[in-house]
């Protein structure tokens, strides 16, 4: 009779050890969205000039351009505007303002205002993006605030930023996601 209780035991040892052996993978899964009072496609344009494939040019520099970290060649002003043509429902106004959320999978390690990508390895230049309020942006979170009240719009700097003394030929990228939640 106590054969049985000791079998159980063992037998239940036997399950705890074996579970301790089995390996586990994690991860993160990360969401995203909005809930804003109107939806609108967005028209951005860079220097008041628009960009159909919002694509914008930081130009071209030389080498010499940059002999220092920092930004250097010209900043470029760019403004997200709603396309009132597609906004639902159409909005009255924009008084009540937005939040706005900027994200970017790359940033520079000794600058979180800088966007890098696989060609800053090369160039050693990446860009330097923020609210032109010089409000830092950049995977922020939501920002209050920084909505025009008249139309709506978000407008922003960009401006090639040298990651070291010296920077090398080739090209200049970065891509950011951007979420603008009216209320």
Same mark, same amino acid.
């Given at each position: 009779?106590?054969?049985?209780?000791?079998?159980?035991?063992?037998?239940?040892?036997?399950?705890?050890?074996?579970?301790?052996?089995?390996?586990?993978?994690?991860?993160?899964?990360?969401?995203?969205?909005?809930? *804003?009072? @109107?939806?609108?496609?967005?028209?951005? %344009? #860079?220097? +008041?000039?628009? /960009?159909? !494939?919002?694509?914008?040019?930081? &130009?071209?520099?030389?080498?010499?351009?940059?002999?220092?970290?920092?930004?250097?060649?010209?900043?470029?002003?760019?403004?997200?505007?709603?396309?009132?043509? *597609?906004? @639902?429902?159409?909005?009255?106004?924009? %008084? #009540?303002? +937005?939040?706005? /959320?900027? !994200?970017?999978?790359?940033?520079? &390690?000794?600058?979180?205002?800088?966007?890098?990508?696989?060609?800053?390895?090369?160039?050693?230049?990446?860009?330097?993006?923020?609210?032109?309020?010089?409000?830092?942006?950049?995977?922020?979170?939501?920002?209050?605030?920084?909505?025009?009240?008249?139309?709506?719009?978000?407008?922003?700097?960009?401006?090639?930023?040298?990651?070291?003394?010296?920077?090398?030929?080739?090209?200049?990228?970065?891509?950011?996601?951007?979420?603008?939640?009216?209320?």
């Amino acid at each position: 009779m106590k054969l049985k209780p000791l079998i159980v035991s063992l037998s239940l040892a036997a399950i705890c050890l074996s579970s301790a052996n089995v390996s586990a993978n994690s991860g993160t899964i990360q969401f995203t969205g909005a809930i *804003t009072s @109107t939806t609108c496609d967005m028209l951005i %344009s #860079s220097d +008041g000039v628009a /960009s159909s !494939n919002k694509i914008v040019d930081l &130009g071209t520099y030389v080498v010499g351009d940059a002999t220092a970290v920092g930004a250097f060649g010209t900043a470029k002003d760019i403004k997200l505007t709603p396309d009132l043509t *597609t906004c @639902t429902p159409a909005p009255t106004d924009f %008084s #009540s303002g +937005g939040l706005v /959320s900027v !994200n970017t999978g790359q940033v520079d &390690g000794a600058n979180g205002d800088v966007i890098v990508s696989a060609d800053t390895a090369t160039t050693n230049v990446g860009v330097l993006f923020y609210a032109n309020t010089n409000t830092p942006i950049l995977n922020q979170g939501a920002l209050d605030g920084i909505v025009d009240a008249g139309d709506g719009s978000v407008t922003f700097t960009a401006q090639p930023y040298a990651v070291e003394a010296t920077i090398n030929a080739g090209p200049i990228s970065g891509t950011a996601t951007f979420t603008v939640a009216y209320k």
